[in-house]
């Protein structure tokens, strides 16, 4: 049984790891392997604009998911959120890994991301315990999996690399929010639904550039 201590520390490892390390994928990427189309000098800026938002919110994934296992006192439940954490580290990579591969960047507002996603994640447990702090998983992960749905429709038809991630993702964000319902997640009051969207998007505006 780790201590209040411990899972402070595990959980400011996390965040180190997470904002300043390159991040190791457990998983292999979905990429599959064929000779790399050419991409216009347009097509790659968008792409990589694109996959810099998504890298971005695997930052914010993984902030709300540290914060939400130190502040659960159920075992089962915070092995739950590690387990989910874990997968979003293979999304971080394969985001990662992509921008290089494009020539981009991520977000230089990374450190401002992840602190903004833990405090939400650590009020959340706070104010409404376990329940509503899953009721959120389940919110954010239907809007990003929807976010991602939209950028399917948005990234370059010759992009096979950028797609097959972002398609991999969404399917990952989808199962990580019926394992959060189907752990007693509540729903959400429409207007935090609202609200939760409104703070994605001005997140993607602002990640898209800088």
Partial sequence: MHTLTDRVLSAADSALRTV?????????????????????????????????????????????????????????????????????????AWTRERLDQLGDRVSLLNPL??????????????????????GFVVETERQVEAHLDSHLDQLPAADAASRAIVAQMKADEAAHADAALHAGGTPLPAPVRSLMRAAAKVMTTIAHRI
Wanted: with cysteine.
């Fill in 113 to 134: 991301w992840y602190a903004g996603a833990f405090g939400i994640g650590l009020l959340a447990g706070a104010v409404g315990g376990d329940r509503l702090s899953l």
């Fill in 20 to 92: 300043l390390a390159a991040p190791k994928s457990a998983r292999p990427s979905p990429v599959v392997a064929q000779p790399a189309p050419t991409l216009s000098e347009a097509d790659k800026r968008l792409s990589g604009a694109l996959m810099r938002v998504n890298h971005v919110g695997e930052v914010c994934a993984q902030a709300l998911y540290t914060a939400q296992a130190l502040g659960t006192c159920d075992a089962q439940l915070r092995s739950q959120l590690q387990a989910a954490a874990r997968e979003e580290t293979d999304h971080l």
